[in-house]
């Protein structure tokens, strides 16, 4: 009971007025998070960003609907927000498993839990969400991309699957910036220095002032040091 009251204490310092009723990526998921110097994929979109009017939820009341009927989608994916905003992953991944049970041609449902499982490093069934996801809706360029960043970071990577699904975007985006970047790292981390270093150029005119451009050659002057 304690270790509830603790979390419930934390949950509500961090989670603010207007929360929306999916967790919306966190800031700008397209930018990297990982601090390894050739690194290169947190999730790349803006997909899932459901918002409701209204009050701050009660976050006890939340969670208590959330253990005492499993069967109702809308407390689980409240409950699996709440803990995601303060990043407990594994608890959020649990509330949204149970949500996708109920209603699994839901998308941001599908979403939400492959962005938990992607952050709690659960690469390879992150990216069996996301295909869910694109199942649903394929016409979505953040979660295609985010797709195949778990596909480079699952244990692993599939390179060429990855690749292929940023290609993928592009075709249909030519102006996607996130899948360009991560085109890039996807040829990275395969060894090809060369194309990788192609992308940058091309995500120079495309986006100059995007902070993924110093980071994706900050990743090129890394692995030329290896």
């Keep these: 009971m304690r270790s509830r009251e603790l ?15 999916f967790l919306a990526n966190s800031l700008n998921r397209n930018q990297p998070a990982n601090s ?36 109702n989608f809308a407390a689980q ?15 959020a991944v649990e509330f949204y498993k149970r949500g996708v049970l109920i209603n699994p041609s839901k998308f941001e449902a599908n979403v939400v839990l492959a962005n938990a499982l992607f952050d709690s490093q659960q690469f390879g069934e992150a ?16 979660v295609r991309t985010d797709l195949a960043a778990s596909l480079v970071e699952k244990p692993s990577p599939d390179y060429a699957a990855a690749i292929s699904e940023l290609e993928n975007v592009r075709r249909g985006n030519p102006t996607h910036a996130a899948s360009l970047y991560y085109l890039g790292i996807a040829n990275l981390r ?28 900050e990743n090129i002057a890394a692995a030329a040091t290896r």
Excluded at 7 to 21: D, E, N, T
Excluded at 133 to 142: F, G, N, T, V, W
Excluded at 194 to 212: F, I, V, Y
């Design 127 to 142: 990216a069996g969400y996301y295909r869910k996801a694109l199942e649903i809706k394929p016409d979505e360029p953040d």
């Design 36 to 71: 390894d110097p050739v690194i290169a994929s947190a999730p790349a979109g803006n997909s899932a960003r459901v918002q409701l009017d209204g009050p701050q939820p009660d976050v006890s009341s939340t969670l208590a609907a959330a253990e005492s009927d499993p069967k």
């Design 7 to 21: 979390v419930i204490g934390a949950i509500c310092l961090v989670f603010g007025a207007g929360g929306g009723f």
């Design 190 to 217: 395969k060894g090809d220095r060369e194309k990788a270093a192609t992308l940058l150029e091309d995500l120079k005119r495309l986006a100059p002032a995007n902070p993924m451009v110093g980071k994706l050659q």
């Design 77 to 91: 994916m409240k409950a699996g927000d709440m803990y995601a905003r303060i990043s407990r992953f594994e608890q």
